[in-house]
């Protein structure tokens, strides 16, 4: 008993202490690197807090390791930030993470510069007006966990070198103006569970290696003009969540796909997909599927989460649709009609519940 409160009375000692003492002062060279960014951005008032006679580990959008001091994280969000990103960040030598978020202002190119920071693992420049290509350098920051370039203009196509980062578990890209195929090598990268290549111009067919990422839980490749075959891509043993195709030219027989029983969220929607819905479809959870505007055909399978509504006409033999089909655009709308079911309730707040099938 005596022995415990002495414990307690111990840690309220240690509680009570100063706290200058347990954070040493900035390191002199990272404060003048961070002097010469600000400068950079021509002294913007998000950077009013960065002044010589306050410790830099105590600025705005600063974070310094607790025993060395040194700078290892610089976030610069939501601000009226404009000029490029300067090519000093590259002396912030123990940088772990680097953001530059929402600034609509921040133009230009990723600098050469950033390879040298070895120790990136968090790399954030989305929501900004980047342009220029989406640099191969960026695969020299071999220890990365997360790239993401999303909502920027950056056109070009996708360079193949950045499979070498075979840490990184998200890439997003989406968002941008990237054309050409998606990089064979992307099927290196085996720690992969989040990969958002969205609202670009990416053309090629998707690469057979991206069925190698066992650990991709959430793929969004909509909304470009990717074709090929998916038939291979999914399987029982994976354990992807969420896969939206949808809006693009994807042409292949999903009668047989496995789909695998971790699927919450399906979204083929415009594309040429043909056959008839999986049997597999039967076991899922799903709280979106979105399978119309393709040349799919065939029962809607039974039990499970798709519940047949009564307006639904079932059972059109494959031939009679495939048939129909050639008839034209106006017949083929008709069909959809009929095919389609929905049926309100939640999809994690935003998305409704839905089953669309044409
Ligand atoms: C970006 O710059 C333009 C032109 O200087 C300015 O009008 C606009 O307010 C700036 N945007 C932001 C978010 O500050
Ligand atoms: C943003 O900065 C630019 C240039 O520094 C200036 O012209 C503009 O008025 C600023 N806009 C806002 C909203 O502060
Ligand atoms: C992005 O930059 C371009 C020119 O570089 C400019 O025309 C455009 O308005 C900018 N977009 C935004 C959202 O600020
Ligand atoms: C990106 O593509 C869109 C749509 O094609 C176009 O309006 C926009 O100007 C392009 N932006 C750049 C920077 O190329
Ligand atoms: C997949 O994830 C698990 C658990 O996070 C991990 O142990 C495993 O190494 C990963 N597999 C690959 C191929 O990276
Ligand atoms: C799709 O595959 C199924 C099962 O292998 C087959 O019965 C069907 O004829 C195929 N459909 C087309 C249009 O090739
Ligand atoms: C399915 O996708 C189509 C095409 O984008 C859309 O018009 C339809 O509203 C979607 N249906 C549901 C139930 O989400």
Redesign the pocket.
Known sequence: MKKSIFIIFTIIIFLSLPTPSLSQRCNKNDEKVLFQIKKSF?N?YILASWQKNVDCCEWYSIECHPKTGRIISLDISTG?I?GQIPRQVGDLPYLKSLTFHKLP?LTGGIPLEITKLTHLIFLRLDWNNLSGPVPSFLSQLTNLDFLDLAFNSFTGSIPPELGALTLVTGIRLDRNNLTGPIPESFGKLTNLQYLYLSHNQLTGDIPRSLGHLINLTWIDLSRNQLTGDLSTFFGTNKMIQVADFSRNSLKFNLSKVELPASLIFFDLNHNKIYGSLPATLRGLSLQHLNVSYNRLCGKIPQGGDLQRKDDVKTKEPCREIQREEKTGRTHRRHMEHKWRLSTPRRWEGTKKYSVAIA
């Open positions: 021509g913007p009226n404009s202002n």
